[in-house]
């Protein structure tokens, strides 16, 4: 089927190359007739004001291809939400976001990826200023064995961010704080970051992330090992980091993605089926696809 | 007909009960409609019968072993002249060893008449013993063969009785190991014990000189000798210690090139090579220690002003050091690759390069491992004989000058234990208290290695 909306910039060759892929057979799998309804993208993948583009984005594992050309924007101060089923290349296309990918030796990235005017994947492009702009947040919290003050300094000591030892205080206290964990853990500023709850140590892994300052967080999955209680407070600190920060959110909770995202991106088998408002997404989806997996028909 | 030749067939038919064991299954399965009917499959009936024929021959057998020789040796001395019956105990088992060996070669020149007689006696005696093995053997066999082959029905629970038979033989095998190490723990406490009533323990302990010869000097019999230990314990921690300054850095980075930046090619190769390592024979890093490192230490002392003795410290220390890599190197590329990715990923993440990322989260969360493989390789070198008798030397020197030669704990056991010895002596019975002392060091290090390593893995579980 072919999709029918939104007149989109610079998309004659998104076109061609989605219907060209479109044809193309794909893996035997049970959604393996759903696979020929994807189309190209509908709604809006596209920001007016972008902190970070992605155009004809596709993902190799091996040969394996896992992203199928990928266009999307993540506007300033935006909060888009990644859904669809288990394995359909969310974390993956994350990944790429801030180059994570380039740990895994078989994995191979194609297409442009811009970060504002900085371009990704440029082979001069040196990853560790890339990654202290684009922070990320993994789905199991894994802090350092150091303690909780360590694992919040490590980043602004790794990039010599202060001078002096108080301005270093400082951050820590700021990260903790914007994190909602400084109550908790003020007193205890050198015990082990490992010997926190599970929630906590989410929420120590986000402190330390936005310790750097990175203009875009990433985070996969992030509260999937929490109770409803840490998984409502990093919610909430969600809201509260988009003020500052641009932010890409994988879950799979759809009520997760409804409360946090502005905008809500769904993918399926490696493709990018719909971008919309997360309201329009959740009320009233344009293509088929999402409507069956957010009214549960499949994922 | 010997031991060996019954033991041969016993194992075949006990082999063969297998076979019977299993084909009454299948018979009694015909007889309630098939093998599903079975209790267990019929393999299991096989090793049920093998292992209820089996083990009691078998424990027959062994006892038998244990205790023929023995009440043939005491008939046959019964039966001796008086005249041999008043020898010295030594004298005699020498006699003894003479007629055992009329009767398996033939007589000699040398032998007594009244020895060729003895010596027909032990064969007839010998001879009697097999038979009756063998015809005990024969008889038990039958006799289980048949009870157990009349009483096995289709609900049989052969399944869990081999479970539980098999759990016996790990028990078994398991105590053997045990009870040995036991039995040397006691057998060298023993002695250490006897060793201490001769020379004050302060003085093995505390003591600066180390001269066990003077001590079998025929005027001075009774531990006029110097049992001061303390230069065999300083040279073997001189040299343990030049053994892990090599290894540890090495090692430690060998292991870290392989695990984080080797390319799998690369790992997969240089690997097993790196292991090689391990299994060349120490005798072999010993002459190369002695013929090759050696003279060249000497040899650039020698051109730079220093005077190097042609044993040194130095020389064992490095080989042993070379020794040693693998092990630190694969113990610590082990614990490296346990260290969890994501703990990987969260440093790059945050923008760590690869070099900050080990030094500053994988070494740390692997640390408590990599020291694990460190103390347990220095228990391999404090253990190690072979270099250091070859390349540093026999003098109990008290030093710390890496350049001179040392002795070390181990080497002073061969030394002591070689040659003529009367067992009785201070000197010879050092060994032993040599040997517990080591034995305590190596097993305290080997504890608190295991300790490390156990705290390291709760760490990750
Ligand atoms: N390291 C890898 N090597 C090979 N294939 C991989 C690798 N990681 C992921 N894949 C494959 O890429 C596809 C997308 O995986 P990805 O992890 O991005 O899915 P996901 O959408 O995040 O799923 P989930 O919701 O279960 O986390 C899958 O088919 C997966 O098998
Ligand atoms: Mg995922």
Redesign the interface.
Known sequence: MQAVNTPIQKNEKLNANTNGTDQKKTSTDEMNNSAAKVGKTVGKPFATNPKMTMRNVDVFYGDKQAIHDVSLDIGKNEVVAMIGPSGCGKSTFLRCLNRMNDTIEICQVKGEIKLEEMDVYHPKQDVVPLRARVGIVFQKPNPFPKSIYDNVAYGPRIHGLVERKTDLDEIVEKSLRRASLWEEVKDRLHAPGTGLSGGQQQRLCIARTIAVSPEVILMDEPCSALDPIATAKIEELITELSEKFTIAIVTHSMQQAARVSHRTAYFHMGKLVEVNDTKRVFTNPEHELTEAYITGRFG | MDFSQIFMVMAATIAMTFFLGRFRALKLGQTVGGRKSLNSLPTYYGSLMAMWCGIPCLILFALWMMFDDVIISQAIMQELPQAVLELPASERGLIFNMVSNIAENGATAGSEPYMISAADRLQSLRETSQLTLIACLASMFLLILATVWARMSAQTRARTHVEGGFKWVLLICASIAIFTTAGIVFSVLFESIRFFQSVPITEFLFGLEWSPQMAIRSDQVGGSGAFGAVPLFAGTLLISLIAMVIAVPAGLMAAIYLSEYAR?AVRSTVKPLLEVLAGIPTVVYGFFAALTVAPFIRDTGGLIGLSVSSESALAAGLVMGIMIIPFVSSLSDDVINAV??????????????RS?TIK??VI??ALPGIVGGILLAVSRAIGETMIVVMAAGLAANLTANPLESVTTVTVQIVTLLVGDQEFNSPKTLSAFALGLMLFTITLVLNYIALLVVKKYRE?YE
């Open positions: 799998p969890p990715q994501s703990l990987r990923d969260g440093a790059y993440g945050l923008g760590a390069t900050e500053q989260v740390p969360a760490q």
